[in-house]
């Protein structure tokens, strides 16, 4: 099973994206999303590629949910298949943004 994974985002280029996923920043690609992203908003990322632009009403209980699977255990599937999408995104230079 592949998660997408949420993730805040901090700068806008063209089709790239730079989001912040827990303090590791990604470069994601805005092709396939399903409506237009800005600094700011939260996107849902699985495998490099925002999949879509989480409504505002969703941000907290979705990231939520995520900070719950992160806590599991090494041995959760769940929470290794959210640590590994995250780390399928290519890595990006400093943002020049502050964590978050």
Known sequence: MCLGVPGRVLRVEGLIATVDFWGLKRQVRLDVVDEPVQPGDYVLNHVGFAIRRIP???????????????????SDMMAADVRGEI???????DSGEPDA
Request: charged fraction near 35%.
């Open 87 to 93: 780390e399928a995104s290519p890595e990006s230079a």
């Open 56 to 74: 505002a009403e969703e941000i907290q209980e979705t990231l939520s949910l995520y900070e719950e699977l992160l806590r599991a255990g090494e």
